[in-house]
Every structure is written in structure tokens, then in C-alpha cells.
């Protein structure tokens, strides 16, 4: 089993369809963006389980993951500096309280 | 005293073993993630995903992937996310409701997302050798350096530009208010 790319792709895949029931099913902002983490990490199992068993693409998905890394690194910090900014105004992190718009 | 080959009673090699436990794992906390009521135990099981992952990648044969998910997420990502958590949540956060009002349609999506995927996996043809092949770390530190150099500094440019705007974002303001 651990030998075959299909399983880890439906690992991956199983992982990404969790993490994109969280993001829209949770009411807490910070839980959406441990989802969003859940999701960007079920992508690089699929892009490094590519590299593993596919000949043309060995050295690159190693590069591929740790830019994608990088870039997860980037959101988590932009997104919970606005986390951290909305409820500062807002005093709550539930987005379903996020209803200025709506009012 | 030799380690066998194989599993003595299952009959499947050692590392069939280490996937199914890490799979199991990896798919049990990451439920844990998206269910638990109480916030910091989410970003507890987030770490433990996260090391399985790592042991995933292992498996993988990409040490250099492992090594970064565990400094990286494990290391920074997960205590950001848990400075956060204890920044904004207040003493009533986790009695109230943990899902939305569209939670049943979302699972709904998520799981003809999954059935979409598996299908989509199962039915295509990748071109995949049978055996799975470790890349040498060497390789991996030349090529970034050499083919992916221009990305590698446009990331760390936009890392760069990430923290500035998160210090600017999470700053109080002396004036009051944004």
C-alpha cells in the first residue's frame, strides 16, 4: 500500500475535503485558519508523493513543497495579524458576528 | 536478533504498517481539527496532524520536506496559531456553538468533493513507477540553488512583505481604533 501513488492521492484527498468542511463549517476565525493550513499541508502530501513516484519530477516536488511552505508560512502571519485586527473592533472571533454589512 | 521482512502475523511489509498507522493517525486528528469544541485542543491535534505528516513524508523518502514540516509548522505555524487562540477567545467562546448554520450542506460538499477525488485518483493513469524513490537531499539543495533561484528569493521577498504588513495589522494603534 505504501508503495502505490493512489493512496497517498486519496490520503491527500480525504485531508483537503476535512479541512474544506472546517472552513466552512466553523464559526472561529482562528479555526478556519488551522482549515486552511489542513488543506495547503493535504496539497503538499499530493505534490510530494508526485515526486516520489514519478521519474521527471523527483528533485523539483522537494523544491515545489518547501516554496509552498514558505508561502503557507506568509498567510498564516497575514491572516492572524487580520484575525487579531477584526477583533480588536469587533471584540468577538466568530465570523457569523462579522454583520456590519448586513445591518 | 534479525528484524523479518515482513509483518510476522499480517504477512505485508514494515512500511505498509507505518502508512496505515500514520494515515489513521493523520485522518483521525485532522477530524479532531474540524470537530473539537474546545479551540486550543483543535490546534493541539493541528500539531499532531502535522507530525504525522512529517512521519508521511519520511516514508516519502523526502527528508528535507519532513525536517521543514516539523521546524516550520509544528515549530512557528502552530504557536502562532496558538498565540492567536489565546489572544482573541473570551471565557464564554467554547459553551457556545462550534458550527454555522450551513454546517449540513458543508459536509454534504465535502463529501462529493471526496468521493470526486477518489474517482478522479483511481481512474487516471499518473505514469507512476511501482517502487517509490527517495530524492537526495544534495539534489534538492542544488536545484533550489541553481534552476529555482528566482523563486526562492521572490519567496523570501514576500515573507519579508508578509511580516512587515502582519506587524503593521496586529499593532495597536495610540490614536484608538483602526
Known amino acids: 500500500m505504501s508503495n502505490s501513488l493512489d493512496a497517498y492521492l486519496v490520503l491527500s484527498g480525504i485531508i483537503f475535503s476535512i479541512g474544506s468542511f472546517g472552513f466552512l463549517a466553523r464559526r472561529n476565525a482562528i479555526s478556519m485558519l488551522m482549515s486552511i493550513e489542513l488543506m495547503l499541508n493535504a496539497v503538499n502530501l499530493a505534490i510530494v508523493a508526485f515526486g516520489a513516484f514519478v521519474d521527471t519530477l523527483r528533485p523539483n516536488s522537494s523544491v515545489i513543497a518547501l516554496i509552498v511552505m514558505a ?29 456590519t454589512l448586513r445591518q | ?12 511489509g514494515w512500511d505498509d504498517v507505518l502508512f496505515m498507522l500514520l494515515a489513521a ?13 474546545d479551540i486550543i485542543r483543535c490546534g493541539l491535534a493541528m500539531m ?4 504525522c505528516l512529517a512521519g508521511l513524508y519520511v516514508v516519502l523518502g523526502a527528508p528535507l520536506v519532513a525536517a521543514a514540516e516539523v521546524l516550520i ?29 450551513q454546517a449540513v450542506p458543508a459536509a454534504v460538499a465535502s463529501l462529493v468533493l471526496v468521493v470526486l477525488i477518489v474517482l ?6 499518473w505514469g507512476a513507477v511501482p517502487v517509490r524513490m527517495a530524492s537526495a537531499t ?17 519567496v523570501s521577498v514576500l515573507l519579508l512583505a508578509a511580516v512587515i504588513g502582519g506587524v503593521f495589522l496586529a499593532k495597536r494603534d495610540e490614536r484608538g481604533g483602526l
Do not use: H
Not at chain 1, 72 to 98: F, W
Open chain 1, 71 to 99: 508561502v503557507a508560512a506568509a498567510e498564516a502571519t497575514v491572516g492572524l495579524a487580520i484575525v487579531i485586527a477584526i477583533y480588536r473592533n469587533k471584540r468577538t472571533p466568530l465570523v457569523d458576528e462579522y454583520d
Open chain 2, 1 to 12: 536478533m534479525a528484524i523479518p521482512d515482513s509483518v510476522p502475523i499480517l504477512g505485508i
Open chain 2, 25 to 37: 493517525a493523520m485522518i483521525g486528528s485532522a477530524l479532531l481539527v474540524v470537530t473539537l469544541r
Open chain 2, 48 to 51: 499532531a496532524c502535522f507530525g
Open chain 2, 73 to 101: 509548522y509544528i515549530g512557528a505555524i502552530s504557536v502562532l496559531i496558538l498565540f492567536a487562540i489565546m489572544l482573541t477567545q473570551t471565557k464564554n467562546a467554547p459553551a457556545r456553538l462550534v458550527f454555522q448554520t
Open chain 2, 120 to 125: 478522479t485518483v483511481t481512474s487516471t493513469d
Open chain 2, 138 to 154: 544534495d539534489a534538492v539543495a542544488r536545484i533550489l540553488f541553481s534552476q529555482f533561484v528566482l523563486p526562492f528569493e521572490v
